[in-house]
């Protein structure tokens, strides 16, 4: 989420899922809404039953088309140039909150500047969107307010995921629909802890609470308190961290709850390096595609068998209490980690429970500071949450923004490629897709409902391609990729635009992640899983 | 702005607020009117005919409760000779028409029928004259999580409302007409072909047995935590019978989801029961894992990653973990292994 804390001083969703409901206008940007996140869908819908204006902007038509008064079906990878040209739109129509730019916002004439590449003729050609839909997107994004926005992985999952996410950030402080109720610039997180996995540290560059590890102030502050001294250097990403072990620069891998086998971007990169590993450590709730790779496999206790707290997506702390005893000898992963560190002779591991170790976190991230078990009790609380009488904060940036000077930032914006092109050998694109019954794989496939619900992966393609290579609805087919090939079920549909197929990944039987692009976003590291040049053959 | 409304309900003071139709009133109050196709949380249609009222005075008519709105000074009467005889003949034709083996159905003792016709009573002569020999519907167990059995449906219409207002999806339908009316996916083709979504929001709601889940267990208990799928973080409320999960429900009170789940909330936690879970350490021996003791397992893995200490070592942590897990992990990294090479999945 580097993009956002950039412009805005916060990567996390700016404003609280149920005020989507009471939005005039909803912007829905990369995002299978109904599939990925259901029940923020429903505010979607139940703010169009009161006569919101949806905008979908998808390269597939999914569900929420339904309720769209604009369908945006942009190719993929032109996030940016859809973006710009609705801005290009407004501002050529006098659309834009003045005051609020003024006063609020900095950087606006570099970014105005960067604007002249984006004509709508010019944008109409990359992005395959007629004008006259950007024309009205654009009018009813700024008019019919508050606008929210929403996004997930079709924004950042992409080589240039950082640059998406910031012209998500410009539309918004260019009409003021930011810092209000029922606005906002919404990320919504795919997995149920990924926001606080983000909060409490789990990245390479900052400690809990997004304190740099690069800065001594922060680095000091945490020596004292764990008494031990620190590296000073940032650590490697998820994707580096593989490409490290395959260069033997890792040696030992300690992994939770994890299987890249499935869910990392060319998977096939991924075995390997692991299988480099001299000594690799899996710790989870079943023997995973991953766990068989391992010398030790630990199992951990499942979110039933614990106590604790999850953040969501809108910063939300809620406490998860333990409903079973652990199955066997399986202990939860804050013990386990606890257990290694007092065998290494380390000092500050000998937390009585969940609620002593949120004690310790509120210490060290002011934004946590005032939430502790005793409050969560009576209810959960959005961060940030400064202090024991603090209620919590629905929404961000009511009176500043995050950022060093308080202001939100415009960023000017180029055209980049997407970071896969088609050629004669691989003529398509694909992209990666969600499924309402499946998240990711190792939990969801192990429910023998949802796998009759979302039986097998499949991939989409339009009739017309499909008619061209002779395909027919149902037939197995063959995708390859630079990277790899897989095979797996065709499933014609007009849903998918001419050129661009789609297929998920949550089935080891069809290990999508075989055939996708591990490419990085140069800033935010992302993988650019979301486009990558297939061929298809029949079999 | 809600005003307060003063009005009498079976000669009870009773305090409303404006905009309250008098059902509502009255079951806040404490005061049962026999209903079965209302529900707090849809519009309501006024089609069982079981919640008549009689209002008195200047307005003296018979009305449907569950449509009427309060007014201030308004006197109701919800039971008098000629409502026990309308309700009494509509209670018998939805029970003629009913399977009643209530000891083989899941809403035994907490279904909303046998409620109305305990309170209404029925004329066993009557019934037995409209009873038609055993002829019984189709089941639709489709759906892998659970069942319709139209032969205890009461067409209510309470699935069929909250599919369209709650869920915004339409998947089901009341299909034919008259005594062969059903509710049934589009083109009265089984649910699994409907555009369902499976949330089960709809079962909640049936006030009978005619949507069940399947293989339903009671709980002995029930805990309420967190949804362990998407980012949505829904309150869920987990029942627990012999240390094994058996249901989930939502948690009206919770902030994010207001007491809505969606098919993963409501019915993927079995995944927690599954045979498949780990349930002791193991250590790879000559290519084969081999079951330990966690003293073992803890050791050879500490005596390991004392070998590579500093950046030789990586941490990635899971992002569907507590925040409780996760910190202790990034301090075992950063703390005890001397590195910041610690990442979780976010990025996919
Ligand atoms: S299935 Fe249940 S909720 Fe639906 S109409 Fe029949 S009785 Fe009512
Ligand atoms: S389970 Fe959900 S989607 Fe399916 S019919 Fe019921 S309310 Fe509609
Ligand atoms: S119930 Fe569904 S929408 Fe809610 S957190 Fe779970 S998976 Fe997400």
């Avoid at chain 2, 005003?3 to 806040?28: P, Q, W």
Wanted: glycine share 8%; proline share 4%.
């Amino acid at each position: 989420m580097a993009g956002l804390a950039t412009s805005l001083g916060s990567g996390a969703m700016t404003n609280t899922i149920t005020e989507l409901g009471d939005a005039s206008t909803i912007l829905a940007i990369g995002t299978n809404t109904t599939e990925a996140h259901p029940i923020a869908a429903l505010q979607v819908k139940d703010a169009v039953r009161k006569g919101a204006k949806l905008i979908v902007a998808n390269p597939k038509e999914i569900e929420l088309c339904r309720f769209a008064a604009v369908f945006l079906q942009h190719k993929p990878g032109t996030d940016v140039p859809l973006l710009m040209g609705m801005m290009r739109v407004i501002l050529e129509e006098g659309l834009e909150d003045k005051a609020f730019i003024a006063d609020r916002c900095e950087n606006f004439e570099s970014f105005e500047k960067s604007l002249e590449a984006f004509d709508l003729d010019t944008v109409e050609k990359l992005t395959g969107v007629a004008q006259d839909k950007i024309i009205k997107a654009a009018r009813i994004y700024a008019t019919q307010t508050p606008s929210s926005i929403i996004y997930c992985m079709g924004i950042t999952q992409h080589v240039h995921g950082t640059d998406n996410v910031l012209a998500v950030s410009n539309l918004a402080l260019l009409t003021g629909n930011i810092g209000k109720p029922s606005t906002g610039v919404n990320p919504l997180r795919g997995q149920n802890n990924v926001q606080g996995a983000c909060d409490i540290g789990c990245l390479p560059n900052v400690y809990p609470g997004y304190q740099q590890v690069t800065s001594p102030d922060a680095r000091s502050k945490f020596e004292s308190a764990w008494g031990v001294e620190l590296s000073d250097k940032a650590g490697l990403t998820h994707t580096e961290i593989f490409d490290a072990l395959l260069e033997g620069r890792i040696k030992s891998l300690y992994m939770v709850g994890e299987n890249p086998v499935l869910s990392e971007a060319n998977a096939s990169h991924a075995i390997e390096a692991m299988e480099k590993a001299d000594f690799m450590v899996v710790q989870d709730i079943f023997m995973t595609e991953t766990a068989e790779l391992a010398d030790v496999v630990l199992p951990g206790a499942a979110f039933a068998e614990k106590d604790g707290t999850f953040t969501n997506t809108e910063r939300r702390v809620q406490r998860v209490r333990k409903a079973l005893d652990p199955v066997g000898e399986a202990k939860p992963d804050w013990w386990i980690a606890c257990e290694l560190a007092k065998r290494l002779s380390a000092k500050g591991f000998d937390f009585s429970g969940p609620s002593e170790i949120m004690d310790e976190m509120g210490s060290l991230m002011p934004t946590y500071k005032g939430i502790s078990y005793s409050r969560l009790e009576k209810g959960s609380l959005q961060w940030p949450c400064p202090s024991e009488d603090h209620s919590g904060t629905p929404f961000l940036h009511a009176e500043k923004f995050g950022t060093e000077t308080g202001k939100g930032k415009f960023m000017p914006l180029e055209y980049k490629k997407p970071g896969e092109d088609t050629d004669k050998e691989y003529p398509l694109l694909l992209t990666t897709d969600r499924s309402l019954f499946h998240f990711h794989s190792t939990m969801t496939r192990r429910v023998y409902g949802l796998n009759v619900l979302g039986k097998e992966e499949l991939l989409n393609i339009h009739p017309e391609d499909a008619e061209k290579l002779g395909i027919a609805d149902e037939q197995m087919v063959k995708v390859a990729s630079r990277r790899g090939e897989v095979e797996v079920k065709a499933k014609v549909t007009k849903k998918c635009i001419v050129g661009t197929v789609s297929m998920g990944f949550h089935f080891a039987e069809t290990p999508t992640n075989l055939l996708t692009c591990c490419e990085l976003d140069p800033v935010a590291k992302t993988p650019g899983t979301k486009v990558c040049a297939v061929r298809i053959e029949t079999i | 702005m809600t005003e307060k409304i003063e009005l009498k309900i079976n000669g009870l003071s009773v305090t409303a607020d404006s905009g309250m139709t008098i059902l509502d009133a009255a079951l806040r109050k404490g005061i049962y009117i026999p209903h079965l196709c209302h529900h707090r949380q849809l519009e309501p249609i006024g089609a069982c005919r079981l919640c008549l009222v009689e209002i008195q005075g200047e307005w003296k008519k018979t009305v449907i409760s569950c449509k009427t709105l309060v007014k201030e000074g308004m006197v109701v009467l919800t039971e008098t000779p000629e409502i026990q005889k309308i309700r009494q003949i509509n209670v018998e034709l939805i029970v003629a028409d009913h399977d009643t083996d209530c000891l083989n159905c899941f809403q035994n003792t907490k279904c909303a029928l046998q409620r109305v016709a305990d309170h209404v009573g029925m004329d066993k002569k009557r019934l037995d004259r409209l009873k038609k020999p055993d002829k019984l519907l189709p089941i639709d167990d489709s759906n892998p999580f659970f069942t319709f059995n139209p032969n205890r449906c009461v067409l209510c219409g309470i699935c069929v409302r909250t599919c369209d207002e709650i869920q915004n999806i339409q998947a089901i339908d009341f299909v034919h007409r008259g005594l062969g009316t059903k509710v049934a996916g589009f083109g009265d083709r089984p649910r699994l072909e409907s555009n369902c979504e499976s949330c089960g929001e709809c079962i909640v709601r049936c006030p009978v047995g005619a949507l069940t889940e399947k293989d339903a267990v009671r709980p002995t208990h029930q805990v309420k935590t967190i949804c362990a799928f998407c980012g949505c973080g829904c309150g869920v409320v987990l029942g627990v019978r012999d240390n094994k999960l058996v249901s989930a429900r939502g948690d009206l009170g919770n902030k994010a989801s207001k007491g809505r789940l969606c098919v993963k909330g409501r019915f993927g936690y079995k995944f927690v029961n599954h045979p498949d879970r780990l349930t002791s350490p193991m250590v790879k021996k000559d290519g084969n894992f081999v079951e330990v003791g966690w003293d073992e397992a803890l050791d050879l893995v500490a005596d390991n990653f004392a070998k590579n200490k500093g950046d030789k070592f990586a941490g990635i942590s899971s992002a569907k973990a507590t925040n409780e897990d996760n910190y202790v992990f990034q301090k075992f990294t950063r703390a005890v292994m001397g590195t910041n090479n610690i990442d979780h999945c976010a990025r996919l």
